[in-house]
């Protein structure tokens, strides 16, 4: 949505929007790492009452349309654009708690900074 050309921007904005597409699309030095970091919230699980039945022939798949809601969690995601490495939490509540626990797992898998200028 924040790209959209129908939607007036200030120039404030319009500078950091340039900013951040500059960091993702220029060639990264062999020290540098560019993480984006997401969440999708409020997804709920809803298993079926019954099993999905398996395609025949002449017979397509059948699928219950009735279901067991579950409440709701939060998926928060991680992506390297240098490596393309994918991370990720789910949890029952998204608060900064959840959210450092995403840093400390990517922290975990990363190469220290001084490992890199060494390299």
């Known amino acids: 949505m924040w790209l959209s ?3 007036p921007r200030d120039a404030v904005f ?5 900013r951040i597409c500059e960091l993702y699309t220029r060639p990264l030095g062999p020290h540098e790492r560019v993480i984006c970091a997401d969440e999708h919230t409020s997804i709920q699980p809803r298993p079926r009452l019954h099993p999905t039945r398996a395609a025949k022939p002449d017979c397509p798949t059948q699928v219950e349309h009735e279901y067991r809601r579950l409440g709701a969690l939060n998926l928060l995601g ?3 654009t240098r490596t393309g490495q994918v991370w990720g939490e789910i ?14 797992k990517i922290d975990a898998d990363l190469p220290s900074f001084r490992s890199l200028q060494h390299a």
Do not use: G, H, I
């Not at 949890?91 to 400390?104: C, T």
């Open 5 to 7: 050309p129908k939607v």
């Open 14 to 18: 319009a500078a950091a929007t340039r």
């Open 78 to 80: 991680a992506l390297d």
């Open 91 to 104: 949890a029952d509540r998204k608060r900064q708690v959840e959210f450092l626990a995403l840093l400390a």
